[in-house]
């Protein structure tokens, strides 16, 4: 995967960029202006990021870039032309100015867009074609006051682009020494104790030492949660062909990346009959006829679908009636200290006897210790999965606990 930085384009949203030209229309049509416009200073030139005009002005559009040197905002940033001009003809640095009689200009009004670090951002202007004797002071507070609204949003938008390129710069460093690491975890029928599947998991190596649900938080923030999940798969996948035919391998997949199109691909080289996808739920699902219509040529190839965290959120029940897995794994919370807590207990007892019913599969997840084990057994839970059972691994501890036949 590649992380792309962004480029220093215009840090104004789509959604600040409308919310500045309604600003700019309001302003225009409040004054009685032709012109109004949100220009930022980019070296030598301006960059006119919203500009709103009357329907039969033409010389002037969003996007375009002109000098600094041949216009107004220059003049008015330097001190040497006043924010609040009534009659442009009246000083001879206005009326010397190419554009004063071109455009024409007969009034203009502008004010810094300063920023929280005191840098100028830009100007917001609007002119008119004729002189404007009636213009006061308080219209110019007016275009102050909004000047310094637009520059809060700004900086609100930098502080979020910064903080997002300094996250997809760890990430990409992370990537780039070798993370994520793939481990992989028993998954253990208690009948015979014996390890019926594997789920691979993601660790990360890198600075800062982070739990892996960070680093998937930050890509997510990224736009990149397929992008790292896929590669955390191809990697299981990779050194899950090793794993003897009666091992499954489960990966975790997001409903993201689950809709990509591009699952079939990621796991084409894998037993499909051996192939466990998890679906996590910390995303919701929105759109579960988009989910089941991706899953339904995988599943017809063998592919097993578990859902993932059960008991964790409100989702996960959502996910086990409408995508009707073959596999739920219960979450940890419910099987920490269950053999002292009655209603843990029943509510195992109950959702063992929803699979049931169901001809679902269940794993139990997180089991730390002999009771727990012994009470999930009693409640008749068939796979379990946990420290207890074995922690996540690297594939070749896993290869030679199976070929010793003994325990993790
Ligand atoms: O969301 P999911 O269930 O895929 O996450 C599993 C996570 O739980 C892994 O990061 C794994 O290391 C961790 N884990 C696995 N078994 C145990 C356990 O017995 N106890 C605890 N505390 N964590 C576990
Ligand atoms: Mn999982």
């Not at 992370?174 to 009948?191: C, H, W």
Request: some cysteine; charged content about 25%; overall charge negative.
């Amino acid at each position: 995967m590649s992380i792309r930085k962004r480029s220093v384009g215009p840090i104004i949203s789509k959604d600040l960029a409308h919310n500045v030209d309604a600003i700019l229309k309001t302003i225009r049509s409040y004054l009685g202006m032709d012109v109004a416009f949100l220009a930022e200073f980019a070296g030598a030139s301006r960059i006119f990021r919203n500009v709103s005009t009357g329907p039969d002005f033409f010389l002037l559009k969003a996007g375009d870039r002109l000098p600094l040197s041949t216009g107004y905002c220059q003049l008015v940033a330097t001190g040497k032309l006043p924010e609040l001009i009534r009659d442009s003809s009246a000083l001879p640095l206005a009326a010397a100015l190419p554009e004063t009689s071109s455009v024409p200009i007969g009034s203009h009004l502008s004010v810094p867009v300063k920023l929280a670090s005191g840098k100028v951002h830009g100007h917001f202007c609007c002119f008119s074609h004729r002189p404007r004797p009636d213009l006061s002071d308080r219209d110019l507070d007016l275009l102050r006051t909004f000047a310094d609204l637009i520059a809060g949003e700004l900086d609100v938008a930098m502080q979020l682009e910064e903080t997002r390129n300094e996250a997809a710069e760890r990430l990409r460093l992370a990537l780039k020494r070798g993370d994520p690491r793939v481990v992989f975890q028993p998954i253990v029928r208690l009948a015979d104790r014996k390890i019926v599947a594997v789920e691979a998991l993601s660790r990360f190596d890198s600075q800062p030492v982070r739990p892996p649900d960070v680093w998937f938080a930050e890509a997510q923030s990224l736009e990149l949660t397929k992008d790292l999940e896929f590669k955390a798969a191809s990697i299981a996948i990779g050194q899950g062909l090793k794993l003897p035919d009666t091992i499954s391998l489960n990966i975790n997949l997001s409903p993201e990346a689950l809709v990509s199109g591009e699952v079939q691909k990621l796991i084409q080289s894998f037993d499909p009959r051996r192939m466990v996808i998890e679906v996590t739920e910390h995303s919701a699902i929105e759109d579960y006829e988009r989910i089941l219509a991706s899953l339904a040529p995988l599943r017809e190839g063998g592919v097993r679908l578990a859902i993932d965290d059960v008991g964790a959120g409100y989702s996960s029940m959502r996910h086990a009636l409408i995508l009707q897995p073959d596999v739920l794994k219960f979450d940890m919370s419910l099987t920490r200290g269950i053999d002292a807590d009655p209603r843990r207990q029943a509510l195992v007892a109950a959702l063992a006897e929803f699979a049931r019913l169901t001809s679902t599969k269940f794993v139990a997840e997180g089991v730390e210790t002999i009771e727990e084990l012994n009470t999930l057994k009693a409640l008749g839970v068939e796979n379990a999965q946990g420290y207890y059972l074995g922690k996540p691994m690297a594939l070749a501890d896993v290869l030679k606990s199976l070929a010793s036949g003994e325990a993790p």
